[in-house]
Each structure stands twice: as C-alpha cells, then as structure tokens.
C-alpha cells in the first residue's frame, strides 16, 4: 500500500508558464517532505524540502506547499522551464528522519514545450 | 558529477553468478543508502547505514548483503539473484541519519543498471 502517491504520471506545460506537482500521503506520522527531479540516466537530485511545521517553502522558482489537513503537497515550478523537463519525485520522512527512511513516490514526468 | 559514484554503471549477470555494486563518496557524509528502482515502482528503500553502522534493513532478501567498510564506501553483494531483481540499484548519502541529512536533501549517485538473465 503506497503511503506516497503521485498521482499524475505526466505533466505537459507551455515554457514560461507554471508547473504544479501534485503529492499525497495517507501517513500523518510524516513530517518532513522534500522534492527531488531525476533526468533520464542519472540519479535523483534534490530540490527543495518542508517541515511539518510549515506550510509554504520557497527557493528561486520553486516553492513547495503543504497542505496537513489535506494530506497534500505541491510543487510550483514558475515561470517553467525547457530545462524543467524531467521526472519529479514527492518523498516524506517521519519522526524527523531519525529512521533515515525516505519514502517516495512513484514520480511525474514533467515536459516543458518551448 | 554529484559527489556520489556508483560502479559499474551497468551489469549483466546470470542466476547463479556473484557481484558487487560499489559505492563511494567524499562529500564529508555519515549515512548512506541503498535504493532500488524497479519499473513503474517507486524507489524503495533497502539498506541504511548511519556512522558505518547498519540502522535499516528493509524487509531485503539474503541474496543482497550489504557491506560498509568505513563511512566512505558502500558496497552491494549481489548471488543467486531472480530475474525480477533486475532494476536500477542507487547508491545514496547525507549528511547524517537525521535531521540535517533532511534539511539539504541525500544525494544520489546515477545508479547501476542491473539486469538478471
């Protein structure tokens, strides 16, 4: 049973336009959630996280929001890039990470058309 | 480059063979990972090692033996596997087990691509 899910396993977006990310979690003990962007034959990199405790995080033209009520996370991506393109992973920690265990989602397939 | 490698970057092996996967990193970083990536899957946790010490291990079967001879180096054992072992096995670090390991995210290698026949 999948505790992080991404539910669109594609995106298409015009250049210069926003790209919204969307991600659930169906576990309330997560309380750290990042965001990671993989390019075809390398690994995952890491882009941009947020604690439970907050509810918005932003980073040039990225920023993440939260959504605990909801269960729900998003990535907005503006203005979206051709070099955006990529695949974009949702991943929660709970118990602040002293686990070490990330969870992931299955990943969205961004395309940015120029 | 992201500081994480990974060797080799592709692996053919048969049912009956013995591998490794290596891993190394020089970023500073006391945990790291192993992650396995099957199609259509997300990726999903294996092995954790914090400090060289093994914190988490994710239900593996024996067929994959992790070894982590200091904080630098993580290596994948790899014998008797099936062919629905074949994946994209990735390697990652940071800083710690914990909180600061989240705050700026683990970092990845580019994986092993490994096929069973």
């Known amino acids: 049973d999948q505790q992080v899910k991404q539910n669109s396993p594609s995106l298409s977006v015009q250049e210069g336009r926003i790209s919204i990310l969307n991600c659930d979690y169906t576990?309330?003990?997560?309380?750290?959630f990042l965001w990671y962007k993989k390019y075809p034959a390398e690994g995952p990199t890491f882009l941009i996280s947020?604690?439970?405790?907050?509810d918005k995080n932003e980073d040039g033209r990225f920023t993440v929001f939260l959504n605990k009520s909801a269960k729900h996370l998003s990535l907005h991506i503006v203005p979206s890039q051709p070099g955006d393109s990529a695949v974009y992973f949702c991943?929660?920690?709970?118990?602040?990470?002293?686990?070490?265990?990330?969870?992931f989602g299955k990943g969205t397939k961004l395309s940015v058309k120029p | 480059e992201t500081g994480v490698t990974q060797t080799p970057r592709h692996l053919v092996m048969g049912m009956t063979n013995k591998k490794s996967l290596k891993c190394e990193q020089h970023?500073?970083?006391?945990?790291m990972y192993w992650y396995k990536q099957s199609a259509k899957k997300p990726l999903e946790l294996m092995f954790v090692?914090?400090?060289?010490?093994?914190?988490e291990n994710n239900s593996v079967p024996s067929r994959f033996s992790p070894e982590c001879p200091n904080s630098s180096h993580l290596f994948l054992h790899l014998h008797t596997l099936q062919p629905e072992d074949s994946a994209l096995y990735l390697c990652?670090?940071?800083?710690?087990?914990?909180?600061?390991?989240?705050?700026?995210?683990?970092?990845f290698g580019s994986g092993t691509r490994l096929t069973v026949v």
């Open positions: 990652a670090s940071s800083q710690d087990g914990g909180l600061q390991g989240l705050n700026y995210g683990y970092t």
């Open positions: 576990n309330s003990m997560f309380d750290y």
């Open positions: 947020i604690s439970s405790i907050k």
């Open positions: 991943a929660a920690s709970a118990n602040r990470g002293s686990q070490g265990n990330l969870i």
């Open positions: 970023l500073g970083h006391n945990a």
């Open positions: 090692y914090n400090f060289k010490e093994q914190t």
